[in-house]
């Protein structure tokens, strides 16, 4: 192995570290976690001695290791980082260290680049690990096939990342979901053997695990440490935690997961390589909050970034739905633009014959028939307004009932012997095809250039299966999300102020994968608001308010058919990127005063609620438990300066009296003012007179303690269920 910067190598940011030590054949993993802090020559040779574990009765003869790339010849006998072969041979790897590079920075991260090869598959692997100043630390590796050209191809079946986690580490949280109800928390504790979640969609799905958190026992948002890991990838997934009896080196369990691929689809040829999907790995001290904090924190410093104040939208579906009718729609965006309206984005039915779900996907030109002038008429007025014109696609969709497939019926995705039942009334194209991607690239710029769309709302609504093409039913699964990727990225390039949506049948496609090409998604199809305080809450666990569509929908809800008040549907949608979906011409002129009302109020707090950070409390049981009848969310300035807070009840709960509740993210030692916000009226009370403090905010600004506020708290309202209630404060100087 060639010289090397240090045996033991730490990489540190934000109060965390990554610890290798580089050792032979494999490097091995000392220590992911709490920072260690500056580490003397007598501190790097105790954490040496202390990494060799006991040698266990009736089991090998050495101690067990858990390096940077586990397999059964470290007598690892859980998930392997690698398995697969070559014509059914080479399925024993000995991986062995090459080359190692060390880039430093301090306590701001650094970069550690090992370079292993398994001299009996013919295989080099190249594992990256990037520790951001966030403290969110990015695993990558990249996968190459040697040999000359006469060498079977090697079927790469897995690639899996893990990390190792300690004893403490005992109780999992992760997501489960449905359309309308997506990321769904569900808390179980870790046993022995494999926790795997797997997904077969072809993007993460409404059930995506999409970040799988293992703590201390209770851990809360708040409070107890905790370790998580997200795949960057927008297809099929596989995310695991596993704990064995003889543990893992020195540590007890393992953390981690990849692409989860299909059998055939990746056969390395000689030179061939593949790229796993990037796995992003954060530890918090302090509770699942300060896991959000990272991963805000990592996206907010993205050069991609949305750098401009997130425009209020007022999107068209739940307004027509299909009746694409020209003074409807005219009328729409002038009711739009009077109430504060700064992105109109018409959605489904405005191309070739879409009149319903059942046809027209794949004919990305405007129907003549129900835009005889094309959409000029409307974009010309929504851009007189004032306002950015925006428009729904689903490019990766198609209906037989279509010219698309009836012209290229090999481009529809599935076995050669005929396809499978249709989804939505849908199939899949196979964009990894040259010739449908180019069609797809030229169709969606003839529309940006002539129509000069500021942004497309895209969506990919049925799930992927049988994703295979060609008479030999090749696997695809994988190249179809390369080819979006590349798809995106072309469309980018081409015209870099076009800002993007990820929707997926609501909230079925969000991941750091998507997010590297897109600017927002669309969190749920569901506008209800009792099930977007939920639905946004654990969104945030790992995106930032501004990355999140949160609109106001009508009184009676499109998907679950409850009623609710404009007051509650408005405080809630203020905890994200804005906007409205409903047919607003039909409101009253009291609706219409509170709408304007909301939207100035969201202009006025964009600045804090899309920089602050996120914080919610700790009320009763541990999050995700299911027992939160009321919760206390808010964003709070990044110097403390500011903050505001929804208060909601989304259901009874036996308690009357709520006692003293602390306002998460406040300093103890400072003074603030506090205030409830009116403009949106104010919720209906189960309670005969408010506490003092309320009452007196509900006029103006009151003066108390941070000592009272973040630490003894104050008593809260009892509110009626499905009510909030806007609490903002400020510190004074």
């Not at 449908?436 to 690239?441: G, I, K, R, S």
């Not at 710029?445 to 049925?462: F, G, T, V």
């Not at 998460?664 to 409830?676: E, F, N, S």
């Amino acid at each position: 192995m060639p010289d090397t910067p240090a045996r033991i190598v730490s990489l540190r940011a934000a109060g965390t570290c990554f610890v290798v030590e580089l050792t032979e054949p494999v490097p091995r993993v000392l220590h992911w976690g709490a920072d260690l802090g500056e580490l003397s020559g007598q501190d790097i040779a105790a954490l040496a001695l202390t990494a060799d574990a006991a040698v266990l009765n009736n089991a090998v003869d050495t101690p067990r290791v858990f390096t940077i790339w586990p397999t059964e010849a470290d007598n690892w006998s859980g998930t392997p980082a690698h398995h697969g072969h070559r014509a059914g041979a080479a399925a024993a790897p000995r991986l062995r260290t090459v080359a190692t590079t060390v880039h430093q920075q301090g306590d701001a991260g650094g970069e550690l680049l090992v370079g292993l090869t398994d001299d009996a598959s013919g295989l080099d692997f190249a594992v990256r690990y990037t520790l951001d100043p966030s403290g969110v630390l990015a695993v990558g590796t990249e996968v190459t096939r040697q040999g000359g050209a006469e060498s079977a191809p090697y079927d790469l079946a897995q690639v899996t990342t893990l990390l190792p986690l300690p004893r403490r580490a005992t109780e999992i949280l992760d997501f489960t979901g449905k359309w309308s109800r997506e990321r769904s928390p569900q808390r179980r504790p870790l046993g022995y053997g494999t926790h795997a979640r797997e997904t077969r969609r072809g993007k993460p799905g409404l059930d995506s695990p999409y970040l799988l958190t293992v703590g201390v026992p209770g851990f809360g948002f708040r409070e107890g440490e905790v370790w998580a890991v997200h795949i960057a990838w927008s297809g099929d997934q596989r995310y695991l935690v596993e704990r064995h009896p003889e543990g893992a080196g020195t540590h007890a369990a393992a953390l981690g997961g990849g692409e989860l691929l299909r059998a055939g689809e990746i056969r390395l040829a000689p030179g061939a390589r593949y790229q796993a999907p990037v796995c992003y790995f954060a530890w918090s001290g302090t509770g699942l909050d300060g896991l959000a904090d990272r991963f805000h924190t990592l996206l907010r410093s993205r050069p991609s970034h949305p750098d401009r104040p997130r425009p209020v939208i007022l999107n068209s579906w739940e307004a027509v739905y299909f009746d694409h009718d020209l003074d409807r729609l005219l009328g729409l965006a002038d009711r739009a633009a009077e109430v504060g309206v700064e992105r109109f984005v018409l959605d489904d039915g405005w191309f070739r014959g879409r009149r319903s779900d059942n046809a027209g996907l794949g004919d990305w030109t405007v129907d003549p028939v129900v835009w005889p002038k094309g959409l000029s008429p409307l974009v010309d007025r929504v851009r007189a307004l004032g306002m950015e014109f925006g428009l729904w696609v689903e490019p990766e969709m198609v209906n037989l009932d279509s010219e698309l497939a009836r012209e290229h019926p090999d481009w529809v995705l599935g076995p050669a012997r005929g396809l499978g039942p249709s989804a939505r009334h849908q199939y899949v194209l196979d964009i990894a095809h040259p010739e449908a991607w180019e069609y797809l690239l030229k169709s969606l710029e003839a529309l940006i250039e002539r129509y000069a769309i500021d942004y497309l709302k895209w969506d990919h609504n049925r799930e992927v299966h049988e994703a295979v093409h060609g008479p030999g039913d090749r696997p695809t699964a994988h190249a179809q999300v390369l080819a979006l990727y590349r798809l995106l990225d072309a469309l980018k390039e081409r015209y870099p102020a076009l800002e993007i949506e990820s929707c997926a049948s609501g909230g079925g496609r969000i991941d750091l994968g998507i997010l590297s090409r897109t600017d927002r998604v669309w969190t749920s199809d569901c506008n209800d608001p009792v099930e977007r305080q939920s639905i946004q809450r654990w969104t945030a666990q790992l995106l930032p308010p501004e990355l999140t569509g949160s609109h106001v929908g009508p009184a009676t809800s499109h998907t679950t058919a409850r009623i609710s008040s404009d007051t509650f549907r408005m405080v809630t949608a203020l905890f994200g990127h804005a906007g409205i979906e409903q047919d607003i011409t039909r409101c009253t002129p009291e609706e219409l005063a509170r709408l304007t009302a909301w939207t100035a109020l969201y202009r006025e707090l964009r600045p804090l609620l899309h920089s602050g950070r996120t914080v919610r409390a700790d009320l009763a049981g541990s999050p995700g438990s299911g027992e939160e009848a009321a919760l206390l969310h808010g964003v709070v300035a990044r110097d403390g300066g500011s903050a505001l807070y929804c208060w909601a009840r989304v259901a009874t709960s036996p308690e009357a009296q709520w006692g003293r509740v602390p306002l998460p993210g406040l300093a103890a030692d400072a003074r603030y003012q506090v205030r409830v916000r009116t403009e949106l009226g104010l919720p209906s009370w189960h309670q005969t007179r408010g506490p003092a403090w309320l009452t007196a905010a509900l006029d103006g600004w009151v003066t108390l303690p941070g000592a009272v506020l973040a630490v003894a708290g104050v008593p809260m309202p009892t509110l009626n269920p499905e009510q909030a209630l806007l609490i903002e404060v400020r510190r004074e100087s």
